[in-house]
T-cell receptor
């Protein structure tokens, strides 16, 4: 069974600070996705990482993938309040089923 | 492009009744659709994978007789929660992908919040 774990589960950070969310998964996969979810809403796609060593950046968020370590990171630079949300990583399995991480609830404090 | 809709967005029903949720791909043909459920402050759990014209594949622990999935066309999949009970109250999210298997991205619907009284 594929397990996907994120840490931390909860993150409270001040505006302007940097932090990293980690996503570990238990079996081989070559595709990893990051999503954002606002309260009561569905998922917003942030990044698709398709190969070992992939790094993608959009605004204050940067995601990377290390398939050998089965680890992805989502780095937040100079956080702002608008980034407050829950962030999920998802690992794709053969057959294109997605398995989601436990989620990280981020609160950015002014 | 790649828009997925769900209907209804919210539904409240009495215990013992059945509820149907529709998932539509509006601007593309979805060979495969997926159904997830999400309890408050928890992650999304994959319930089943649905390929057009064939029976859905359910994840372990998901009752196929309780959660009936039909994928009758390349743009529509339905999830029917039969004899719903309060513990079935959840946020149900569907997703659709353009191709079966492979590395196709999934596009997520806006979700349906089900409350069973």
């Amino acid at each position: 069974e594929l397990k996907v774990e994120q840490n931390p589960l909860f993150l409270s950070m001040q505006e302007g600070k940097n932090y990293t969310i980690y996503c570990n998964y238990s079996t081989t996969s070559d595709r990893l996705y990051w999503y954002r979810q606002d309260p009561g809403k569905s998922l917003e796609s942030l990044f698709v990482l398709l190969s070992n060593g992939a790094v993608k950046q959009e605004g204050r968020l940067m995601a990377s993938l290390d398939t050998k370590a089965r680890l992805s990171t989502l780095h937040i630079t100079a956080a702002v309040h608008d980034l407050s949300a829950t962030y999920f990583c998802a690992v794709a399995r053969t057959g294109n089923q997605f398995y989601f991480g436990t989620g990280t609830s981020l609160t950015v404090i002014p | 492009g790649a828009v997925v809709s769900q209907h209804p967005s919210r539904v409240i029903c009495k215990s013992g009744t059945s509820v149907k949720i529709e998932c539509r791909s509006l601007d593309f043909q979805a060979t495969t659709m997926f159904w997830y459920r999400q309890f408050p402050k928890q992650s999304l759990m994959l319930m089943a994978t649905s390929n057009e014209g064939s029976k859905a594949t359910y994840e372990q622990g998901v009752e196929k007789d309780k959660f009936l999935i039909n994928h009758a066309s390349l743009t529509l999949s339905t999830l029917t929660v039969t004899s719903a009970h309060p513990e079935d109250s959840s946020f149900y999210i569907c997703s659709a992908s353009r191709q079966a298997g492979g590395s196709a991205e999934q596009f997520f619907g806006p979700g349906t919040r089900l409350t069973v009284l």
